[in-house]
T-cell receptor, first 112, second 110 residues
Framework: SQTIHQWPATLVQPVGSPLSLECTVE??????LYWYRQAAGRGLQLLFY??????ISSEVPQNLSASRPQDRQFILSSKKLLLSDSGFYLC???????????FGSGTRLTVV | GNSVTQMEGPVTLSEEAFLTINCTYT??????LFWYVQYPGEGLQLLLK?????DKGSNKGFEATYRKETTSFHLEKGSVQVSDSAVYFC?????????FGKGTMLLVSP
């Protein structure tokens, strides 16, 4: 069966520090991968999605970036965090057979 | 572009009450529609889905019918439980990505 792993679960980082969040999927090949952010009291905002290795689409201009170095690995990064980057970050995957998305358990990021 | 509108929350109900959470959408083509649920501190879980007009998705006592004529996908449950307290997201999938509504918090008291 397919599983998605996301870590860390919680993270507290100072303003200006770098960020790296990792997401991996097991049990499937060539998944579509997504990063969403959920700010407090707000809905879900699509940040990036990828349909293959090295293929990244950015939905919202910001100081975040994403990379997909391997088929089932998706990384969200920042060189310098802002206070406004605080939120709940969710990774998800989908395929043609799994038409809906399957989400990871999320990372709670607090920038202080 | 695609968009999803959900009723504002929180929705506060007593146990065993009837639940309706309204969801309407705007989309080109024939999107698939979804309801996701998010329990406190957790990621999103797919609750139910419908892929074409007049389809009814159902799971765990929840139901929603894809109404193309009214562009709606309202979530219903006949008798809610305290354990149903969560945030519910309506979503649609067009060509490639999911578009979510802002979510509706449901609070069920004993």
């Amino acid at each position: 069966s397919q599983t998605i792993h996301q870590w860390p679960a919680t993270l507290v980082q100072p303003v200006g520090s770098p960020l790296s969040l990792e997401c991996t999927v097991e049990g499937t090949s060539n998944p579509n991968l997504y990063w969403y952010r959920q700010a407090a009291g707000r809905g879900l905002q699509l940040l990036f999605y990828s349909v293959g290795i090295g293929q990244i689409s950015s939905e919202v201009p910001q100081n975040l970036s994403a990379s997909r170095p391997q088929d089932r690995q998706f990384i969200l990064s920042s060189k310098k965090l802002l206070l406004s980057d605080s939120g709940f970050y969710l990774c998800a995957w989908s395929s043609e057979r799994n038409y809906g998305y399957t989400f990871g358990s999320g990372t709670r990021l607090t920038v202080v | 572009g695609n968009s999803v509108t959900q009723m504002e929350g929180p929705v506060t109900l007593s146990e065993e009450a009837f639940l309706t959470i309204n969801c309407t959408y705007t989309a080109t083509g024939y999107p698939s529609l979804f309801w996701y649920v998010q329990y406190p501190g957790e990621g999103l879980q797919l609750l139910l889905k419908a892929t074409k007009a007049d389809d009814k998705g159902s799971n765990k006592g929840f139901e929603a019918t894809y109404r193309k004529e009214t562009t709606s996908f309202h979530l219903e449950k006949g008798s809610v439980q305290v354990s149903d307290s969560a945030v519910y997201f309506c979503a649609l999938r067009g060509y490639s990505t999911l578009t979510f509504g802002k979510g509706t918090m449901l609070l069920v008291s004993p």
